[in-house]
């Protein structure tokens, strides 16, 4: 089952801050972030693994909350260059998942000057 | 190190052809699987190959297959292309040292595949 993002979109100034969800109905082992520009390749940001670990990445940072099976990411003082769709992917807890990401529907974020 | 490659980047086919897909992953990567994304499904898992393997497979029909050769590289076949069929076709890459789990991966520019 499809992970659930929201907002579906923001729109931002530089400098301002912004908050992607990412929630789950299943129990989750891990947590991938991708950032992808128009026309272009997603590109990877970071990954949480189950444990509730917080990852950060220069002012992009993720949280993974197991008890809510949610994963927030931070995007701080936002700059031009962060506009594009993000995604979550999620890796379920149970089983195998042999390199199986189920993605949400992604996040159109948007930074004007 | 090279990043992930796809060809062609473009194809434009009818309904009814068959289409061969091509994915050269990251040197050292063994792992590779492949996506569609598409507006109103967004991103799809359709397989997964490892050491020449197929170790997991998403809900698509028959008509989707792949397969991997030894120096890792991909081919994916859709066979009777239909109209839905456009999409672009994205393929990852990722080391494949987890049994079980899905290692980071690392997304190709894709093939935007258009079926008139």
């Known amino acids: 089952q499809q992970p659930v993002q929201s907002p579906q979109a923001v729109i931002l100034r530089e400098g301002e801050d912004a908050v992607i969800n990412c929630s789950s109905s299943?129990?989750?082992?891990?947590v991938h972030w991708y950032r992808q520009k128009h026309g272009e390749a997603p590109v990877f940001l970071m990954i949480l693994l189950k444990g509730g670990e917080q990852k950060g990445h220069d002012k992009i940072s993720a949280s993974f909350n197991e008890k809510k099976q949610q994963s927030s990411l931070y995007l701080t003082a936002s700059q031009l260059s962060y506009s594009g769709t993000y995604f979550c992917g999620t890796e379920s807890a149970g089983g195998t998942s042999y390199g199986k990401l189920t993605f949400g529907q992604g996040t159109i974020l948007t930074v004007h000057p | 190190k090279a990043g992930v490659t796809q060809t062609p980047r473009y194809l434009i086919k009818t309904r009814g052809q068959q289409v061969t897909l091509s994915c050269s992953p990251i040197s050292g990567h063994r792992s590779v699987s492949w996506y569609q994304q598409t507006p109103g499904q967004g991103l799809q898992f359709l397989f997964e190959?490892?050491?020449?393997?197929?170790?997991n497979k998403g809900n698509f029909p028959g008509r989707f297959s792949g397969r991997q050769f030894s120096n890792s590289r991909s081919e994916m076949n859709v066979s009777t292309l239909e109209l839905g069929d456009s999409a672009l076709y994205l393929c990852?890459?990722?080391?494949?040292?987890?049994?079980?789990?899905?290692?980071?991966?690392?997304f190709g520019p894709g093939t935007r595949l258009t079926v008139l």
């Open positions: 190959y490892f050491s020449e393997t197929q170790r």
């Open positions: 990852a890459s990722s080391l494949g040292t987890h049994s079980e789990r899905a290692d980071t991966q690392y």
């Open positions: 299943k129990a989750l082992y891990s």
